[in-house]
């Protein structure tokens, strides 16, 4: 059997680095430990019982000739193997018991063909269903059935867990809706399974191969509508379900609620935007069973009704049976209320499903929730939620309910759902006569035992435990039913971070639902990346496995706030806002150092009011001089232009002033008043500098007697409608601005912009919902209505659009790591191509800025311009192309982000070094003297110079800064502009960087100085 292989030798690291390249294979431990879980939450006096469970690295496997070449990698040094796809699941199958390497599949997510006519589909075994589903309904086709985990969950996944969703009462289990799958086998043979070859392989949850693809049974795309009904009790509830089997009733999927989760879900807070309810008109569920029942429109289910009220049934209204079909996905939504839960999950036949029931509410005092799906074998698979606290002791205590609910399955004709890892005592009743398949299958292809080992056959000390709780279950369940604990748990501040949003890290699922369409994953890779890491990372801080330090702070900060994650939590988390405050936790309040480009903004910001380090004097020169008569001193309408608009991307300042003028909107302007929206520091954490810049602009917009303020910018939109708004209120400053994009004001005046249209676009454009003005706005309408007014426009819309849009990879990201906003901007571009767009339409300045710089670099042949560009053509006026500007301007920035990452600062800081030895005190010129002429006395300094640079620097900076200057001028040309200010901007940054950078600079730079010294 494969011995526990907790770490790989340098050679074993090449080997998978030749395969997987070196960006998609990670061997950091701490990037590893984000892997050690899944959904499922373990009491902590429980988790011991799996011992070690880190992997030694994981890679990201993109093809089948990679996963072959991976399995031949660890027969070799017979190295464990763990498939990982979305980790959706709470069975333990994607844990790393004997450590090895994590075997991420999610990369595998293409879709390889569509067989219209044979109604198929064949997908990359990592493909997410939600997403895989889109597709498909764009081509007139659907899934048969899809799993309630769709926003996360992958098609190999489903089948590695043998499962049942959404359409299985119709369709069946998972295997039953695919067609065929092919394996890499624990040989490194490839082989395709069908039909009955499927028994080898399905709910072996990774131990019989790495699934690379995957043949799907699809139908035609219809409308699916649902009818629901509330039942009285579970006896009333079995009936109408037996009825409908036996009357045939073509319905496609049916699930329901018990009592308890629909009054929990009628409790469960709303969702919120940036802090406000969102009024979702949610309707108040009936406090019974109520069943879901779904088919497409064109069914004929007209007996439904009788069958549901001769069961003693009521059919509930369009609106309840319209909402909890929207929340399908939803089942972790009450969560919030726990905030865990211990779960239980078994299948039972329809004949007992009320004994089963009833059975648990008398033997369960504590309150259990039940989701249940049913099959076309007239079985349910009944998913059972405790509320509780994973933070109190009694949770150890509550978790042997699970085996209960088990238990009285199992007495009534039912057995657990899965086995998996947690539950591997139980695999011979959950495979049933196909475990010996299995096992005779497992033993030809894996005698090594490399892959998933221990999944199906346990931790020792585990079904230990697990078989002692089964013999006292009598009184395991009399201790869990004296172990409730309060709902809504009040978290206290831990280590500086508030109650709240640990609150939000307890309640987090871990589902996954954010991970997938996260920028910061797709764009990076990595499991840290994203929200469901984030929220994990808070967790493990707080109970000291893992520290608050630079690299953590960075990724809370490279967030680029597109707000996906808020919009596909399915417990409607206030993700980005939280990760907006850890940025001021971090960079405001623990003094851990932001981006550093943040900092030659905020100085350029602090001195001319813009974070272009242009002269404020230019803020005003893009108002075309036909139009500066026109501009109002006062007006109830002020046009706020924003800094890119204003210096460097001007068209759209322009266009947008001439947008107005032509709209009949009589607006004024603060001119060289205007400062920077002041986005950029609330983003990085400098929230003091974003309070300065907040009361200036509102002070001078209250000049203006301004009653609606106008934007170009969403960025700038989003902080004047709300953050400013907000900090308002809470610094007791009056504000009462109306907010409005331009593109929302060119929309209502259609009536009078329309006929003045002059010239036709004649391209094939598409639009780029940029996410302060999608997600964080809602602004999704007014830009395409002013699109389709534009002669000449044929409009095509992105596969990702209006609220799944993508974001573009500005600004955050593009400021930490360009390489990394050229993969996500990619993703935007590419998806314009894939429509065949001659055009990419936007209203952002950033994320022109952006697709524009991504475009250049990746030689993705499609042209970005911004709306009310091309609208104020249209209507006739030369509007000059800034693409050129913008480039040439990010160009600078972009060598000042290389140039203050630590190994290029370093090398700066090696040029100065005759200008930082001249600088020294004498006494520490003769010090260094010794490490010359001494012997030994170099390795005497070598653990003492890092401790003595954060001293020795601010007394050092200010003589070294000429030839500082000097020395960032030769490696970034810079305009004369930002030239002539740099002797101010850079010992500003500097005074607020090199406090945070030299802990990073001076295990670099000492080996050097001392080697300088030895020859100087």
Not at 436 to 446: G, L, V
Not at 516 to 536: A, I, L, T, V
Not at 552 to 557: A, D, P, R
Request: with cysteine.
């Amino acid at each position: 059997m494969t011995k526990y292989v907790s770490e790989l030798s340098e050679k074993q690291k090449e080997e998978l680095t030749d395969i997987f390249g070196n960006k998609r294979v990670n061997f950091k431990k701490r990037e590893r430990h984000y892997y050690t879980h899944d959904v499922g939450t373990l009491p902590y006096l429980v988790k011991p019982m799996l011992g070690k469970v880190e992997p030694a690295a994981i890679v990201k496997v993109s093809s089948e000739d990679e996963a072959v070449k991976l399995i031949k990698f660890a027969n070799k040094y017979e190295i464990p193997i763990v498939p990982r796809a979305g980790a959706s699941s709470g069975y333990g199958g994607v844990i790393a018991t004997k450590g090895g390497v994590i075997a991420d599949v999610t990369t595998m997510n293409k879709v390889i063909e569509i067989d219209k006519e044979n109604l198929t589909a064949t997908v990359g075994a990592g493909i997410v269903w939600e997403l895989l589903e889109n597709k498909l309904e764009r081509v007139g086709l659907a899934l048969r059935a899809v799993p309630s985990s769709a926003p996360s969950s992958t098609p190999g996944g489903w089948l590695a867990q043998a499962g049942i969703g959404y359409g299985s009462y119709e369709y069946g289990w998972s295997y039953e809706t695919m067609e065929s799958a092919r394996i890499v086998l624990p040989t490194g043979e490839v082989k395709e399974f069908s039909g009955g070859d499927f028994d080898k392989i399905s709910g072996t949850m990774g131990t019989t191969g790495i699934i690379t693809q995957i043949k799907l049974k699809l139908r035609k795309y219809e409308k699916t509508i649902a009818t629901s009904a509330k039942f009285p009790d579970a006896s009333s509830m079995k009936n109408a379900l037996k009825a409908v089997s036996d009357k045939k009733i073509p319905i496609w999927a049916i699930s329901f609620l018990n009592p308890n989760f629909a009054n929990m879900k009628n409790q469960a807070p709303p969702a919120t935007h940036h802090g406000h309810p969102v009024d979702e008109h949610r309707p108040i569920l009936p406090r019974a069973y109520i069943v879901n029942f779904a088919y497409p429109e064109s069914r004929d289910v007209s007996e439904l009704k009788n069958v549901i009220e001769q069961a003693g049934g009521k059919v509930l209204s369009d609106e309840i049976a319209q909402h909890e079909t929207s929340e399908w996905y939803k089942s972790m939504k009450v969560k919030r209320l726990g905030p865990s839960f211990v779960p239980a999950e078994v299948l039972v036949p329809v004949d007992t499903v009320d004994k089963v029931i009833d059975e648990i509410q008398r033997k369960i005092s504590l309150p259990v929730l039940m989701e249940g799906m049913v099959t076309n074998d007239n079985m349910v698979a009944l998913l059972c939620f405790i509320p509780h606290s994973e933070l109190s002791i009694k949770f150890n205590l509550a978790f042997p309910l699970a085996l209960s609910i088990v238990k009285i399955a199992e007495k009534n004709g039912g057995r657990l759902y899965s086995s998996g890892l947690y539950f591997a005592k139980q695999a011979d009743k959950v495979f049933g006569d196909r475990f010996a398949t299995i096992n005779e299958f497992k033993a030809k292809n894996d005698p090594k035992g490399i892959m998933n080992p221990e999944t199906l056959t346990g931790k020792s000390l585990l079904k230990t435990g697990l078989s002692f709780a089964q013999a006292f279950e009598p009184i395991t369940r009399l201790v869990g039913n004296m172990s409730g604990v309060k709902q809504n748990v009040e978290f206290k501040d831990q280590k500086g971070i508030p109650g709240d949003i640990i609150s939000h890290a307890y309640t987090c699922a871990q589902c996954g639902y954010c991970v997938s369409e996260c920028d910061q994953y797709y764009g990076r890779g990595w499991e840290s990346q994203s929200s469901r890491g984030k929220w994990f990372f808070i967790k493990e801080f707080l109970a000291g496995r893992d520290k608050l330090d630079q690299e953590q702070t960075n990724t809370f900060l490279a967030c680029t706030t597109c707000e996906t994650c808020v919009s596909k939590c399915q417990l409607d988390l206030p993700v980005e806002p939280d990760w907006l405050r850890m940025r001021n936790i971090l960079v405001g309040d623990k003094g851990k150092m932001t981006f550093p480009p943040f900092e030659i903004m905020a100085a350029s910001l602090l001195k001319e009011r813009n974070i272009w380090a242009t002269y404020q004097t230019e803020r005003d020169k893009w108002v075309p001089e036909d139009l500066k008569p026109k501009i109002k001193e006062t007006a109830d309408y002020a046009y706020f232009a924003g800094c890119t608009a204003s210096l460097v991307e001007k068209d759209i300042a322009i266009s947008t002033a001439r947008i107005l003028d032509e709209a009949g909107v009589e607006f004024t302007y603060m001119g060289n008043e205007e400062a920077c929206c002041g986005i950029p520091m609330l983003a990085s954490g400098k929230w003091d500098v974003f309070e300065g810049i907040m009361r200036l602009n509102i002070e001078n917009m209250k000049k203006r007697e301004a009653k609606t303020v106008i934007t170009s910018c969403p960025a700038c939109w989003l902080i004047w409608n709300h953050f400013y708004r907000e900090w308002s209120e809470k610094l007791g400053i009056d504000y009462d601005f109306e907010v409005k994009h331009y593109s929302e004001i060119a929309a209502e005046r259609l009536d009078v912009l329309t006929p003045k249209f002059k010239v036709p676009l004649n391209k094939v454009v598409t639009w780029h919902d940029s996410c302060h003005a999608g997600r964080a706005g809602g602004l999704y309408e007014p830009p395409r209505d002013l699109i389709k007014a534009i002669p000449g426009v044929e409009f095509r819309e992105l596969e990702h659009n209006r609220e799944r849009a993508h974001c573009c990879g500005s600004v955050l990201s593009l400021l930490d790591d360009p390489e990394v906003a050229n993969v996500i901007g990619a993703v935007k571009l590419n998806e314009a191509m894939d429509v065949k767009a001659d055009m990419l339409l936007a209203l952002c300045p950033c994320c022109q800025v952006q697709l524009r710089v991504t475009a250049d670099k990746s030689n993705i042949p499609i042209d970005v311009q911004d709306l009310g560009t091309v609208v104020a053509r249209s209507l006739g006026y030369d509007i000059p192309d800034s693409t050129g500007v913008a480039l040439e301007s990010w160009a600078v920035f972009e060598k000042m982000i290389y140039l203050l990452k630590p190994e290029n600062m370093t090398d700066l800081m090696v040029e100065l070094l005759p200008e930082m030895m001249d600088a020294m005190p004498s006494y520490l010129k003769l010090m260094m003297k010794t490490v010359k002429y001494v012997p030994g006395m170099d390795i005497l300094m070598k653990p003492i110079m890092p401790k003595m640079m954060p001293l020795l620097m601010p007394m050092l900076m200010p003589k070294v800064m000429p030839a500082m200057l000097d020395a960032v001028g030769r490696r970034i040309p810079m305009p004369d502009y930002m030239t002539e200010q740099m002797p101010d901007l850079l010992p500003k940054a500097m005074d607020n960087l090199l406090p945070n950078m030299l802990p990073q600079i001076a295990p670099l730079l000492t080996p050097k100085m001392i080697e300088y010294i030895k020859n100087n």
